[in-house]
């Protein structure tokens, strides 16, 4: 018998298995071997059945991050020409209560602005590397930005996309942030929680209806000794330099 067609007889001899023996392998010497009892399925149980369904959310969320950032224009639909601290510095003057001024929360990111005459990610400037990767499927890349909320440990995460040489924000986030991943079309944030072994895992993904990233999964999981990261099984993206 060729060899490219044994795993056909495979699945027919599992088929022929009894109920409870899972398919450990098969091969020319080794043939069937169980793996042992299977665990007993169990069906989701509906809880408070007669309870009617809420017709509307309790509270707003803002699931939704789309807005044009006005007075940017993107050459030629290449996001890649738009100046990072460009952008930064825009959100900064559209709020600058909360940059400008003794009491303003992020009083230091504005003043270190000033020390982006070398671009981003260099110096004490708090404007991140720019990551560059097609995040909408529309074949072109898109921006993801990070500047520091400063004084304190926030993190700002952006993404923009291009749209008739518009440049839009679809997606915004603020947190103490201990690491950021892109994988696919979304964007995954780690952050610490305040339970010891434990950290927060956000996920936004590209929603075509919507043409935003939504936050698609919020889950806290277990960090410490025994437990792997979820990001240790994924690559790292390069950076904008690397990319060019």
Request: one cysteine or more; charged letters at 25%.
């Amino acid at each position: 018998m060729p060899a490219r067609v044994r795993p056909r007889a495979c699945a027919v001899a599992a088929l022929l298995l009894v109920p409870g023996v899972a398919l450990a392998g098969c091969g020319d010497a080794g043939g069937l071997r169980g793996a042992g009892p299977t665990p007993t399925a169990e069906g989701p149980v509906r809880l408070w059945p007669a309870l009617p369904p809420a017709s509307s959310p309790a509270y707003e969320i803002g699931e939704v991050e789309r807005q044009v950032v006005k007075g940017v224009r993107v050459r030629g639909g290449d996001v890649r020409a738009v100046d990072p601290v460009a952008v930064v510095r825009t959100e900064i003057d559209a709020s600058p209560g909360e940059y400008e001024g003794a009491d303003a929360p992020y009083r230091e990111t504005g003043a270190r602005m000033a020390d982006c005459a070398a671009g981003a990610g260099h110096g004490r400037c708090p404007v991140l590397t720019p990551y560059y990767r097609d995040l909408t499927g529309d074949g072109h890349d898109d921006l993801t930005l990070g500047f520091r909320q400063l004084p304190g440990e926030l993190t700002a995460v952006r993404v923009y996309t291009v749209e008739n040489d518009r440049l839009v924000r679809v997606m915004s986030w603020d947190d103490a942030v201990s690491g950021v991943e892109l994988a696919g079309r979304s964007v995954i944030i780690r952050s610490p929680s305040e339970l010891k072994g434990y950290e927060y895992r956000l996920q936004w993904s590209w929603d075509r209806d919507q043409r935003a990233m939504l936050l698609t999964h919020d889950e806290m999981l277990r960090t410490g000794r025994g437990a792997p990261s979820p990001a240790e099984s994924r690559s790292t993206p390069s950076p904008a330099e690397s990319r060019r």
